[in-house]
T-cell receptor, first 115, second 115 residues
Framework: ETGVTQTPRHLVMGMTNKKSLKCEQHLGHNAMYWYKQSAKKPLELMFVYSLEERVENNSVPSRFSPECPNSSHLFLHLHTLQPEDSALYLC??????????????FGQGTRLTVV | AQSVTQLDSQVPVFEEAPVELRCNYSSSVSVYLFWYVQYPNQGLQLLLKYLSGSTLVKGINGFEAEFNKSQTSFHLRKPSVHISDTAEYFCAVSDIGEYGNKLVFGAGTILRVKS
């Protein structure tokens, strides 16, 4: 079992659908992150949660709505997406946002295709 | 804010040849640097990290990297590559923002190992 688990691994949705991505970490970490990875573009940090509180939102469109009910779970709710939102969405966790000398641990990602 | 530049988008190399993937970071008083690897349709896996101390850092799968403060570089090397090393490699730096730390990634370098 990996430390960070994402479901589903693949998702195809229409532009009018509502779906959610789920992330769960079993590492006892206090910080969780959503990244977007599009073809030929650097990883984009979308959201940062520290102890279930959102601490950073990098100008992400409101059609992406994160939720962090506890320090082990992170969701990304999706609605009325656009084809350009198709990407690999990666969840990560780290011990805390005050810990600069530690790496982030990544899940395997959800490959999202918007049709 | 910290930034990372990966100088090569793709590096083709023959099996058993040496390889170097280049990474430069923006200067800072203190810096923490990481290399991650991503295999197709997978998340990111940590290869190695530099926090302090010896400038030569050894990681998994026979990779190593050298921290060079005067040149603000953190190049990744392997003396003899295998087909299985074909993947995308990301250099990252820990950055401190208004709400805490986060990882800032380079654009990635695709390593293609040919037989």
């Amino acid at each position: 079992e990996t430390g960070v688990t994402q479901t589903p691994r693949h998702l195809v949705m229409g532009m009018t659908n509502k779906k959610s991505l789920k992330c769960e970490q079993h590492l006892g970490h206090n910080a969780m992150y959503w990244y977007k990875q599009s073809a030929k573009k650097p990883l984009e940090l979308m959201f940062v949660y520290s102890l279930e509180e959102r601490v950073e939102n990098n100008s992400v469109p409101s059609r992406f709505s994160p939720e962090c009910p506890n320090s082990s779970h992170l969701f990304l709710h999706l609605h009325t997406l656009q084809p350009e939102d198709s990407a690999l969405y990666l969840c990560a966790s780290s011990p805390g946002v005050g810990e600069m000398n530690t790496e982030a641990f990544f899940g395997q990602g959800t490959r999202l295709t918007v049709v | 804010a910290q930034s990372v530049t990966q100088l090569d988008s793709q590096v083709p190399v023959f099996e058993e040849a040496p390889v170097e993937l280049r990474c430069n970071y923006s200067s800072s008083v203190s810096v923490y640097l990481f290399w991650y690897v991503q295999y197709p349709n997978q998340g990111l896996q940590l290869l190695l990290k530099y926090l302090s101390g010896s400038t030569l850092v050894k990681g998994i799968n026979g990779f190593e990297a050298e921290f060079n403060k005067s040149q603000t570089s953190f190049h990744l090397r392997k003396p003899s590559v295998h087909i299985s090393d074909t993947a995308e490699y990301f250099c990252a730096v820990s950055d401190i923002g208004e709400y805490g730390n986060k990882l800032v990634f380079g654009a990635g370098t695709i390593l293609r190992v040919k037989s």
